[in-house]
Nanobody
Framework: QVQFVESGGGLVQPGGSLRLSCAASRSISTYGMGWYRQAPGKQRELVATITKGGSTNYADSVKGRFTISRDNAKNTVDLQMSSLKPEDTAVYYC???????WGQGTQVTVSS
């Protein structure tokens, strides 16, 4: 089973940017991948997906602000986040879209 390690989170002011990175324990080139987030007291939600061919899709709440990308040579999936809002505050996770184990996630806090 593929393991994931997320990084790049932190505290940022509203309107700021962050780039999250997800490192996989082995090749993910044949998998569609997703970034998910879970805010306090809320269910985990899907934020963005990228197919093995590079096609992307986004939740309406982040469309136009977030960009998902992948580097199959490095077994990584990134999430570039811009124009951040307080409601983007959550723990962010990556995983294959077909399921599997969750990593520890990376905390993103948007606050002034």
């Amino acid at each position: 089973q593929v393991q994931f390690v997320e990084s790049g989170g932190g505290l940022v002011q509203p309107g700021g940017s962050l780039r999250l990175s997800c490192a996989a324990s082995r090749s993910i080139s044949t998998y569609g991948m997703g970034w998910y987030r879970q805010a306090p007291g809320k269910q985990r939600e899907l934020v963005a997906t990228i197919t093995k061919g590079g096609s992307t899709n986004y939740a309406d709440s982040v469309k136009g602000r977030f960009t998902i990308s992948r580097d199959n040579a490095k077994n990584t999936v990134d999430l570039q986040m811009s124009s951040l809002k307080p409601e983007d505050t959550a723990v962010y996770y990556c995983r294959t879209v077909i399921g599997g184990s969750w990593g520890q996630g990376t905390q993103v806090t948007v606050s002034s």
